[in-house]
């Protein structure tokens, strides 16, 4: 046997997760195998934003995605030493049957830390690829506008929309933000926290606005897809504005904008595309063509 750390939910959150609301405990992992089956050890976890989405009991484990190293195996697609990114949850040891592997990530971006299989690599990364071609459709000259255009999966829109040669704008939630933003690639990025956004979405895109992605939702979304142009195609990531609270938001009735500028609205949900590992391969090529 061997032990395991495991990270479960202690309490019920009130508004933003708080250390108190986690403990550690361990559980013994058999390190017998059977046909088909890996043990692996974390090297690294990711702690997503989307888990709040899913209801996780007190003294639950978390979902979560991690990077492995397999310490054992009888498993012919993932043998003793290889890598690989899983969604299997916040504990140090695992045992599985491969399935909850998304792909083996052995060969990484040479300087660049392993955590990039669960960032630009990982989830996020796949996400926005994804989202970005399959739902918004860019082309070269259009204007893609992102929320949280350093979150997780925004930052990485931003970067690809710029290398299918579009205008690319942002929001933020503080100045350091925008900067960063900026130094990026974004064309132009405000701080939704200190700016009126109707003038700043219009000084950014005067031109209007043809691709959004959108990662927030509530107030902010409807204040976008007034500015939008006819045709534009708008693909739904999150609604984090109202990831800690418990009121519905409100927004204003966004039907008429829809009818007459023929919008077209999407959910993105990575879980549905069944290979991810072509996309896996186009960002890791883009990140050691970078490099």
């Not at 695992?94 to 083996?104: F, H, T």
């Not at 929001?171 to 009126?196: H, I, M, P, W």
Request: charged share 25%; glycine share 8%; aromatic share 8%.
């Amino acid at each position: 046997m061997v032990k395991s750390k495991v990270y479960v939910k202690a309490r019920e959150f009130v508004e933003n997760p708080k250390e108190e609301d986690f403990k550690v405990i361990e559980q013994n992992v058999d390190e017998n195998l059977e046909d088909e089956e890996i043990l692996t050890e974390a090297v690294c976890i990711s702690p997503d934003p989307y888990i709040r989405t899913y209801p996780t009991p007190v003294g639950s484990e978390f979902r979560a995605f991690q990077v492995a190293k397999v310490l054992k195996s009888k498993n012919k697609k993932y043998p003793t030493g290889s890598i690989v990114l899983q969604e299997i949850g916040w504990r140090t040891i695992s045992k599985s049957k491969g399935d909850a592997v998304w792909y083996r990530c052995d060969d990484l971006p040479p300087n660049e830390p392993v955590s990039v299989a669960t960032g630009a690599l990982g989830m996020p990364g796949i996400t926005a690829h994804y989202g970005l071609t399959a739902f918004c459709k860019p082309k070269p000259g259009e204007t893609v506008m992102v929320t949280t255009a350093v979150g997780a999966v925004g930052i990485i829109v931003g970067q690809i929309a710029k290398l299918m040669g579009c205008r690319v704008i942002g929001s933020c939630g503080s100045d350091e933000k925008v900067r960063f933003a900026k130094s990026l690639g974004y064309d132009a990025v405000f701080n939704y926290k200190t700016q009126d956004w109707k003038t700043a979405l219009k000084e950014a895109a005067p031109n209007g606005i043809d691709c959004y992605f959108d990662n927030v939702g509530g107030k902010m979304s409807s204040a976008v897809i007034e500015q939008m142009n006819p045709g534009g195609r708008i693909g739904v990531c999150g609604c984090i504005s109202s990831s800690n609270s418990k009121d519905i938001p409100q927004a204003p009735v966004m039907q008429v904008h829809f009818v007459y500028k023929y919008l077209m609205m999407a959910g993105i949900n990575i879980f549905t595309l069944e290979d991810k590992k072509p996309t896996y391969d186009i960002l890791n090529q883009w990140i050691k063509d970078a490099s």
